[in-house]
């Protein structure tokens, strides 16, 4: 079973990532690419490219990906290196801690953060594959945690192991500025 889900987002480099032009993203690609092999899946090709064609070549393919189509390139980019730590699965009874709070109408959208063009070009195909998320601040990860702490014993997905995770989130909101977390939605449920 799916859910909605919480994960760090680092709202300050999107912002910078959106102004960078090809050159200026490729350094910044190339950086994470020169470092460790990540352990988790990332959506773009590049780290495949460098293991098994190199940095020239895989520089060669980002350049002509991102001039065929900028948005997709840095939005690809922005899945890989701006998403970090752990997803945490939320359930019901923690999703209500944000959802059925009212601040939750003023949180601004994944599409308000990353403005860009990803409207259908036919029935139900979109232009690319984009999560929908909202960017909640720490006092909407602390509703959450209050949720899940009152609603323990109700919750089914949800464990007291994945409420120091949620905390660990609403502290990195409120300690690092350019940080939040990404409500994704479960699309697939509604």
């Not at 352990?39 to 065929?68: M, P, S």
């Not at 939750?104 to 979109?126: A, Q, R, V, Y």
Request: with cysteine; aromatic share 14%.
């Amino acid at each position: 079973m799916t859910s909605d889900s919480l994960q760090i987002i680092n709202t300050g480099l999107i912002s910078k990532m959106l102004l960078m032009d090809r050159d200026e993203l490729w350094s910044l690609a190339e950086t994470r690419l020169k470092g460790p092999k990540p352990e988790r899946r990332y959506e773009t090709i590049y780290f495949n490219g460098v293991e098994n064609r190199g940095i020239e070549k895989t520089r060669d393919v980002f350049f002509y990906l991102f001039d065929q189509d900028r948005e997709d390139a840095v939005y690809h980019l922005i899945l890989d290196f701006c998403f970090e730590g752990e997803r945490v699965p939320l359930d019901y009874y923690a999703r209500c801690g944000y959802l059925d709070s009212g601040a939750s109408c003023f949180s601004k959208t994944s599409d308000e953060l990353i403005p860009f063009d990803n409207d259908p070009w036919d029935d139900g195909d979109w232009r690319f594959d984009m999560e929908r998320f909202d960017v909640l601040t720490g006092r909407d990860v602390g509703r959450i945690v209050q949720s899940m702490e009152k609603n323990l014993a109700l919750m089914t997905i949800n464990t007291a192991d994945d409420i120091p995770k949620v905390r660990s989130i609403m502290q990195r909101c409120y300690s690092d500025e350019g940080y939040n977390a990404a409500y994704i939605y479960d699309l697939v449920h509604w």
